[in-house]
Each structure stands twice: as structure tokens, then as C-alpha cells.
């Protein structure tokens, strides 16, 4: 067994390729949406691996709620958007379905992340993306959401342990927490601070080609919430059954939030009706061999 973090930046592209021909995609790929012929939410090929979910007691901003570290395997390649779902996305469904946000809501626009949206509506949009393609979408499992974000690295961003707002969108007054008191500590901001979420794609994307995965938007997905990875499944496809748990997990921290959140292992539960300004989703598209 090889952790994908034991591999070089090429070979885990090699992989990606391996994971897209065997899988009759293109590495970056968007389905139609029929019958107007327009084009979905473009995709990602990520490819199977093993790989540890959670943070070790190093790293700097770690909560107890990402230990213990834990080896999960990708046990099939998936597709997964580049980019969490926008606006103008949203409002192709909108259009088709009928379905008006509240009028007391503030509502994003274009390329902005659709924020305000309650996980019964993101799981009729997916409904309706699958029905409209004629493939299989849904939420990621957070381990399919980590496993994709980190890219093959082990650091607290998938571009190493230290972050500026050139970066990553979080609120600039809070950036990492000191090395030796683990005390969060301010600072004059050298970005300006932001009240919104920006443009998906703004910032650099991680070597699979995922943009946003720290920071912007907090991420949804279809994991119940645990106080931390006892109970996580090693399968990373697997769904655990949520009882009578009406929290789920969400990733990448977002605008609104200090550096430390927007961490690939970090996580916080939110409940699956609850509506937020920074608050949003990406979805996953089943892949099948050839």
C-alpha cells in the first residue's frame, strides 16, 4: 500500500491521466444538460489512492475535532467540480424548476459561489443536474472532498503549511495562529478584507486542477458529523447512516473565517437546514471503467 503523498507532483498527474482514459473522460470535463444543450458544472478526474484524512499534533492550527489521523482508501477514480457551484449555475436550475429564494435573502450573482441555500435544495439541484445529464451526481463524502483537495500533499494547504490572502480568501485580520503559543494574533492586514465571497477560480488551483478548496466558501457535504475521525469509514466512498444526527460536515473555511479554518483537514458541522453567506457546495459525478 503507497499513500499518494509518497508520490512526486508527476506521477500523481500520470495517475489523473491513468484515471481519465480508463474512465473515457477528459482530465476536465463538463456534461451537457439537455435537451437546451448547455454545459454543467465543468469536473475534475481525481484518481483511486490511499491517503491519511486528519491532521497530525504538529500542525499549526490543528482542533481536536481532525484527530486521530486516519488511512482511508479511494477505492475507485470520481469526478469532482473544479469549482463550487455559482450563481449563474444555480439560476439555470432556477429557471427550470421554478424554485425563488427568499426575498429577505442576499443573493450572489455570475461566477460568485451560491451561498443562502439549505442542503434539501442543493440535494434538488443535484437531482435535477442528474436527471438533466443523464449521470450520477452527489455530494462528496468529506473524505472524497479531503482526499481531492490535498491533491497528494500531507501540509495544512495543498501548497504547504504557511498562507497569506494572496492565497487564500479568509479574513485577513486572522491569519495563522503563532507556531510556539498556538494563540491566534493579529495584525494590520496586508490584504484588504473582504465582506463577500470572490469569483470562483480567483485563486491558484491545487495540482488536480481544483480551485477554492481553502477558503472563499465553506463547502458542504454528505458526511454526518462526528466529533472527530474514530468512526470514520476506511472506505472513502462510504456514507455512514446519520440516526437521528441532523449535522453534517463542512470544508475549506471561507471568507468570513480566520486562516486556520480554511486547512485541508479542518472541519465544522453545520446543521442541514441552516442558511449562511458563506456557505456553499461542490458536487461529485460517478465515473465508470470502460
Sequence with gaps: MQLVSDLDATTLRVLQQKAAAETGVSVYF????????????????????????????????????????????????????RFTITAEQWDVFARATGFRPGRELIWPKGREPIVNVRTPDILKYIAWLSRSTGFHYRLPTEAEWEYAARAGTRGAFHFGDDVSCKDVLYRSIFPMPDQKTGRSWRLFPRCAPMNWAMEVGTKPPNLWGLHDVHGNVWEVTATPWKPDHVMTPADAHQVLHPGKNVRIVTKGGSWFDPAASSRSASRWPRMTDELDVNLGFRVVRELALR
Design 30 to 81: 463538463s456534461d451537457t444538460l439537455l435537451p437546451d444543450g448547455s454545459m454543467g458544472p465543468e469536473m475534475a478526474v481525481i484518481p483511486p489512492g490511499w491517503f491519511e484524512i486528519g491532521s497530525p499534533e504538529s500542525e499549526n492550527g490543528r482542533l481536536p475535532e481532525e484527530s486521530p489521523c486516519k488511512l482511508v482508501e479511494v477505492s475507485r477514480a470520481y469526478a469532482i467540480g
